[in-house]
């Protein structure tokens, strides 16, 4: 892919739909429990790419087919601390039945709201940063254009399992192949909506911690015609609706609390904390994910108990989603622990961190450079995100980790919403505005 069809040499633009539809096909959906195909075939894919333009990726197994790939891109300066550049490469599972095209299909098609998009799962999720990390990598090899420091470039498996078969166990066992890394971009940030007529991009300076909690009851096991006081089944559905009926107070952490000031002054109020359902309903779609983020969330997700309808259970289990806010996760299990009371045993599945950075510096600057380059009517803000990605594994090494994946997108699209959703989609239009920025960032970082 040396020259395009005019002849002249293979842009980033050129090609980086292909590529982020290339990868869609490729099924590394990751159910969470080993059971999936694994990332090996995403993670050749990518390592060919790489090596394709004269860079030395290398590949590092988990386990078997739970692939990660690495690879260092020289900078004009190597003196100067580098800067990981980072996107998973499993995506969550899909069922066919339910979308417009085969989730899988990687198809390129118009979407009448958003124009010609990229259609499958991973298309926001995050194949699409992939695919626009490679292309301007690949454009930047052909024409010897040097960063100013040295970028490391990981595309990790399991971020979607929150990242013990990838990013934590890169972290942990090849900690060298990010020596000298002090900050870093990923997902979820640079990306636009529109607030009070203006396109805001929401860099991402701040994410939530992951709690994932097993809650199990206890009870004696018999006959479902028989009296049952000590009914584990019971027992465990009580809890479960009061942790996941319990509405939580509001607590504004430093990203939240930028971002609604700026989101009132584009609107043209002053906000103020008692009116915070009035301005979120003002945001549109983005409001559910801000929302999110102005308190702790705890969401019950499955439930497992009993093998037949007249045997009572000896016991009941389920399984919870629990989100805290930076700086608040003491205050978050002790909430639990008061909810579930003595009744339910507690097991954590998976803790991660919370994060949280600020809204300054010189890595600020150049993100928000290159998106007011490529956009100068635009505004930049820090937001919080309600989810959580593989910056809080790299963070351990001491990084400082940002979200940044530029995307410019159609005032209609719900972008939150296609995020482990139906039909995920990327218009062209963002993708080629994303390489343009990216590739800025690189000079400028």
Request: hydrophobic share 40%; with cysteine.
């Amino acid at each position: 892919m040396g020259l395009n069809g005019n002849g002249a040499r293979t842009t980033a633009r050129d090609e980086v739909a292909t590529l982020a539809s290339d990868l869609i096909r490729i099924d590394s959906t990751n159910p969470g429990d080993d059971s999936g195909p694994g990332e090996r075939k995403a993670a050749e894919q990518v390592a060919a790419l790489l090596s394709e333009v004269g860079l030395e990726p290398t590949l590092l197994e988990s386990s078997p087919n739970r692939t990660s790939v690495i690879a260092r891109m020289p900078g004009a300066d190597p003196s100067r601390p580098a800067l990981l550049i980072h996107g998973h490469l499993d995506v969550v599972p899909a069922d066919p039945a339910d979308w417009r095209v085969h989730p899988l299909s990687g198809e390129i098609s118009t979407d009448q709201a958003s124009g010609d998009c990229v259609w499958g799962r991973g298309a926001v999720d995050m194949k699409n940063m992939v695919a626009m990390t490679l292309a301007v990598a690949r454009q930047r090899q052909r024409e010897n254009r040097r960063p100013p420091r040295d970028i490391v470039l990981a595309f990790p498996a399991d971020e979607e399992a929150g990242g013990t078969l990838g990013a934590e166990w890169l972290v942990d066992h090849h900690p060298d192949l990010f020596a000298g890394v002090t900050e870093a971009i990923g997902e979820v940030g640079g990306f636009s909506t529109m607030i009070g007529g203006r396109r805001h991009y929401l860099l991402q300076t701040a994410e939530k911690g992951i709690a994932w909690l097993r809650l199990t009851a206890r009870g004696t096991a018999g006959h479902g015609s028989m009296l049952h006081p000590d009914n584990a089944v019971t027992e465990l559905a009580a809890t479960v609706a009061r942790i996941g009926q319990h509405e939580w107070p509001t607590g504004l952490t430093p990203a939240v609390t930028e971002f609604l000031h700026a989101a009132a002054a584009a609107l043209g109020i002053t906000f103020k904390e008692n009116e915070l359902p009035a301005l979120l309903s003002a945001l549109g779609p983005i409001a559910r994910l801000v929302g999110a983020t102005t308190s702790h969330t705890v969401n019950p997700t499955m439930l497992a108990a009993g093998y037949k309808v007249n045997v009572v259970p000896g016991s009941a289990s389920a399984q919870l989603d629990g989100r805290f806010l930076p700086g608040h996760e003491d205050e978050f299990f002790a909430e639990i622990d008061r909810l579930r009371g003595t009744a339910v045993d507690l097991e954590i599945v998976k803790r991660s961190p919370a994060l949280q950075t600020s809204f300054d510096g010189a890595l600020c600057a150049a993100m928000s450079a290159a998106l007011l380059d490529a956009d100068p009517e635009g505004a930049v803000v820090p937001y919080c995100l309600s989810g959580g990605t593989d910056a809080k594994a790299f963070s351990r090494l001491g990084i400082r980790c940002f979200g940044f994946s530029p995307l410019r997108l159609p005032p209609d699209l719900d972008f939150s919403g296609l995020f482990h959703g139906v039909d995920e989609r990327v218009p062209l239009s963002a993708l080629d505005f994303g390489v343009r920025v990216l590739d800025r960032f690189l000079d400028l970082c």
